[in-house]
């Protein structure tokens, strides 16, 4: 899909109210826990207190004989004859011969209110044989760490690596010893990151109905429902299209609602009880058996001349993800260099397992900590050689046409454009604080297409609605209206945007790798240029004329060219008016795995206070610069920009999972997960770049993700220029900096 | 067995007694449980007179107005008083402020007002102004926080508390970096509060000369001899704490006894020579008394919680706990306060570092409660830092508190106590020994701060680790002397 080079745009650009706006504000919108059904039951999960244990017994007579409870389904009552991603899927959503971490699910219960369910599930007699565990991924891949489970690896791991190490990845080219012997300055560190938690406030909740015949209905706050009804259907044994799902509004997701975790259960507890079911999760359930985000254990060494060149970079990352195989090591070791023009580059990466939830994705998962690491040394070679660290990386910044790190040459990208804005803008020449330090960085986020379904239809009075299948999140209902409404020519208050259920339209990929704004934007566009043409055709039959002598422009067929006749031009409404009588109803749809996503690139430059007598980093100001293509409603780009920074922010300063030696998770609550609160942010300023991407329409590149890559490095670059000390390990905690600051090490 | 009526309301005229055993209570949509007590309640939500009969008193408010009332715009997003999305405004004789539903219990609502996210808007529909701002400002992404927002914003809009951030400590929000809902709050400020909201959120109020009921005592006395009967009982005044046993631990109370209906247990009397708090004082009376006495100790409080952790729990709910990491006790010792304890007619007073005796051990028998707390009249000297990860809701690593007064360049006293760093919050009394009677000078202080050593073993957990809270305290002291001496300015690298 070609880029219009359309610059007149009417809608697009502009900001108005999000058609949920009121709903949102009043209460009337309905989240996964808002839905009810007659004679629905209450479902709760019993979970494992062990961070690794063998399944001995399950006994659920208590709970079955406590008066109102209905049902028990163990791993028994789930499908039992599935192999790779969906047994990995199905062992993490209920439990089979082993517990894997802390929060691990066991059984199911429903009963006839949430009470006797949380009762119930406490009667459940578990019998467990606990086994030695590991939490940490170093300790992990060492000698003599306990197996998680035998088997695990793939093909790309080498011999000799511990069986923890399930998957393996090296990748490069050049002569990297050449490189770093070209340089005038070698830096090479070690950098460790904690794992973190998306934090979307609304927990996981769903609404299931299920029958024996297997038809079935799911109401879930999910990020995409297809492929919810594709796990569900593999877990529990079913054909795809006779589970029915509907996405509620959602509550935030960044990636963690990509997966399921409790609908297979509620799915299950239903078929057995023959009930409808309503399963949420608590918050400490939310973060003990969700699926927060890979940390990291990495070594990055860059050489650099004093001219600012970069002559070579090598990276390995090791990245746990829980209990079973799929950290983001692929994304991390691909994107780890990818701002740089490198003709000497060496990537090697570990996917470990070990004792904690299997991890899921979470805002451009994989990137932010080897940005963390790559960033970092970065900025330590401009220390060192005495070069601004925008100028250092202008000299080395790729552009349209540069061979990338990991392999294909980039399209046209604006991460040069960003840089400039960066240098540019007052926030980089602006004075310091005392102990106060600045740092910047830049990141990157490919994007995505995916399988995507739109459907469009124009209403008896000349309004349109749009179905579309990826929930929105952060309001891409109103960016799909908006595209709409430019491309049809009406007014924005027009177009009726609906997230539509599994029954309504092809396949869609879930709002996820910032794909929405692009592809279900793009088909937006597609399905109403198709109804156009049928317009079109309407008031050309009407006209008598070739449907190629009718032009529409301002929402109305207008006649054109030199032989097309003198008519008066025909609205939407008035053709709408017809329909029925001249061909019935007229709909735009388009199906696509669009392939023109194109990458964002971003730079942050941010302010830190570090108080040296306690060790607490307060941001003072932070500015974020990100390309966007062309934003459609530049408030909902720039929310994108904040948001990211706002969770890089709690990344780098606060948040972390923290393991006891015991295995189980010790902060499983808000009071000690921290997320940032108003006092804890500035207000985070924005700047828009727009490098169309060529291969959307109106040049439209996803945003959201890159956002979250620049933060961890720039503000750990920040507080090292505070305090004098290089900050290598995340969260930068008070003690961990008090330490710093001592000279004590950063560990 | 107590044979008194529960209800405390007026209206209620109900003859029949309102107490009863049972072996397992049904009520509403979605409970059993085994309970003593069931209580009758009234009060206003959303503009409508409530009456309740025979219910959990325990139960949760949040799981109340969505399962019995379909209020679904109140959400739950941690049912521990920690992200906001629960928030409702709360009227009563005290005025009117945002709450945790999620932290209040059906106990809490008989007499009160409350008003939920559905109730903002006016009654033809129009939004409430923060409403209308949230939306015009692009305040939601996902919008589930949102109603928590809007419901504190209403709450700061009718009180023109200008300080937001302050205000919204207790609201998580992880879309928007909270830029564009400081917008709106600012945009709305100038708008005026729609009139059906102050109707609303009038209390009912109940009859104060009728007899009220053991779960709800109406004064001190009853109380006492209530509580001294029935030692058993879990006095609960703003639940933030037992809330918690009920709605995570899924514990039965077995005999709840609310205190906001005792009479002048909020009482504040100020004296020539003392300032003295009823127990049933909030943390926000508190902080608004001692902005006029002691402001660093309201600046400290105002990192207590959040607006609606500080609304609802109380300086006798705080201070009896005993936990190591409270906030007001490390100050309330350094000011020198006195507990004032009663046990039926018996009462003593006791100074509160007394109280603590060990951790999850204090001097309080069966049945005696903390009537009030008493602060002596005083120069102010106060300092209190509060070390924490976060600057709002969250809880404390080190809260040191500094009292020392200096005369003619000497030590004259010195009370210095700290929380977090032992099992109990404690006086720092060597290093106070090293203080007084020295000057006052840089040099008494470095030779001071080794007896830390001597007064503290702190230790590790997941908050931070016992050298970092040995180094903080001592660092604390050095800031003190340094803010006293004009130059507040942070030393790099401390090094005594």
Known sequence: ?747 | MIKSRLSCLPENNNPAPLLRRIEAAHFGTDRVRRRDFLMDISFRLNGELVSLTDVDPTRSVLDFLREDKGLTGTKEGCNEGDCGACSALVGDAGGVRAQNTCLMMLGHLDGRALVTVEGLAAPDGTPHPVQQALVDHHGSQCGFCTPGFAVTLAAGHLSSDHDIKTLLGGNLCRCTGYAPILRAAEAAATETSPPHLKDALEAPRPDASKEAGPACPGAVDALATLYADHPEATLIGGATEVALDVNKALKDLPFPIFLGQVREFDKIEITEDKITFGAGASIETLRRIMAGHHPGFAEMLTRFGSAQVRAAGTIGGNVANGSPIAETPPPLIALGAELHLRHRDARRNLPLEQYYVAYGQQDRRDGEFIEAVSIPRQKDRLRSYKIARRFDQDICTVLGAFNIHVNVGKVLSARIAFGGMAGVVKRAEAVERALIGRPWTRETVAAALDAFETDFAPISDLRAGADYRREVARNLLLRYWHEDQGTPVAVMGVTP
């Open chain 1, 1 to 747: 899909m070609a880029l219009d080079n359309k610059t007149d745009f009417k809608y697009i650009g502009t900001r108005p109210e999000r058609p949920d706006g009121l709903d949102k504000v009043t209460g009337k919108a309905r989240y996964g826990a808002d839905a009810y059904a007659p004679g629905m039951l209450h479902g709760a999960v019993v979970r494992s207190p062990h961070a690794h244990a063998r399944i001995v017994r399950i006994d659920a007579s208590k709970a079955l004989a406590l008066d109102g409870v209905k049902a028990v389904v163990t791993r028994a009552d789930f499908a039992q004859d599935l192999e790779g991603e969906d047994w990995n899927l199905l062992e993490n959503t209920i439990a089979g011969e082993k517990v894997l971490y802390d929060g691990h699910a066991v059984a199911g219960v429903a009963a006839t209110s949430a009470l006797i369910a949380k009762d119930a599930a406490k009667l459940v007699d578990v019998e467990y044989e606990v086994l030695p565990h590991v939490t940490d991924v170093d300790a992990a891949m060492a000698e003599g760490a306990p197996v998680l489970r035998d088997g695990a690896a793939d093909h790309s791991v080498p011999d000799g690596l511990h069986p923890n190490v399930v998957r393996y990845t090296e990748f490069g080219r050049g002569d990297v010893e050449a490189g770093f012997a070209a340089a005038d300055l070698v830096i090479e560190r070690s950098f460790k990151t904690e794992a973190v938690h998306q934090g979307y406030i609304e927990p996981h909740a769903c609404l299931a109905q299920l029958g024996t015949d297997g038809k079935g209905e799911l109401w879930c706050c999910t990020q995409g429902h297809w492929f919810v009804r594709r796990m569900c259907a593999a877990l529990l044994g079913l054909e795809a299209t006779q589970l029915r799902v509907t996405a509620s509004e959602i509550g935030g997701g960044f990636g963690g609602k990509t997966t399921v975790f409790i609908d297979p259960i509620a799915l299950a507890l239903s078929r057995k009880s023959g009930k409808p079911v309503k399963l949420v999760m608590s918050r400490s359930e939310v973060l003990k058996a969700s699926g927060p985000t890979a940390s990291a254990s990495m070594d990055v060494k860059m050489g650099m001349t004093k001219d600012g060149k970069l002559t070579a970079a090598t990276g390995t990352f090791r990245m746990q993800g829980g209990a079973f195989p799929g950290a983001p090591m692929d994304m991390t070791t691909m994107l780890a260099f990818s701002c740089y023009e490198l003709d000497n580059v060496h990537h090697e990466g570990f996917d470990v397992m070990t004792n904690r939830p299997k991890q899921a994705a979470y805002r451009a998962p994989g990137a932010p900590m080897g940005a963390f690491a790559v960033e970092s040394v970065f900025d330590e070679l401009c220390e060192g050689l005495g070069l601004d660290p925008i100028d250092a990386r202008l000299k080395n910044a790729v552009k349209e046409g540069t061979r990338s790190s990991f392999g294909p040459k980039y399209k046209a990208v604006g991460l040069i454009e960003t840089l400039e804005a960066a240098k540019a803008h007052p926030h980089y020449s602006a004075p310091l604080a005392e102990n106060t330090g600045r740092g910047i960085a830049s990141g990157y986020w490919m994007n995505w297409g995916g399988e995507t379904s739109v459907s469009l239809a124009i209403g008896e009075d000349g309004t349109v609605q749009v179905g579309v299948g990826t929930p929105d999140i952060g309001g891409s209902r109103a960016s799909m209206a908006l595209m709409a409404a430019e491309t049809i020519g009406i007014p924005y208050e027009n177009v009726r945007v609906n997230v539509v259920d599994t029954a309504a339209l092809g396949v869609n990929e879930p709002t996820h790798g910032s794909r929405a704004t692009y592809a279900s934007g793009l088909a937006t566009i597609e399905a109403a240029r198709e109804a156009i043409g049928k317009l079109c055709q309407r008031a050309a039959d009407k006209w008598g004329i070739d449907v190629d002598a009718v032009e529409w422009k301002d929402g109305a067929a207008h006649p054109s060219g030199p032989n097309a006749g003198d008519f008066e031009p025909l609205s939407i409404a008035e053709i709408a008016g017809e329909m029925g009588s001249t061909g019935g109803p007229i709909t735009g749809h388009h199906d696509a795995s669009p392939t023109g996503f194109g990458g964002s690139f971003g730079t942050h430059i941010v302010d830190v206070h570090v108080d040296p007598e306690t060790g607490r980093s307060t941001v003072t100001r932070y500015t974020v610069i990100q390309d966007a293509g062309k934003a459609i409603h530049p408030d909902y780009v720039e929310g994108q920009f904040q948001g990211g920074a706002a969770q890089g922010i709690g990344w780098a300063l606060n948040e972390e999972y923290i393991y006891g030696e015991d295995g189980r998770l010790q902060n499983d609550v808000f009071l000690d997960y921290r997320i940032p609160v108003a006092s804890d942010l500035p207000m985070i300023d924005t700047v828009i770049v727009e490098v169309p991407n060529p291969g959307h329409p109106y040049g439209v590149r996803g945003v959201g993700e890159t956002g979250i890559t620049p933060p961890l490095p720039a503000i750990a670059c920040a507080v090292s220029h505070a305090t004098g000390h290089r900050m290598t390990r995340l969260p930068m905690s008070p003690p961990r900096v008090l330490r710093a600051i001592q000279g004590k090490g950063v560990s």
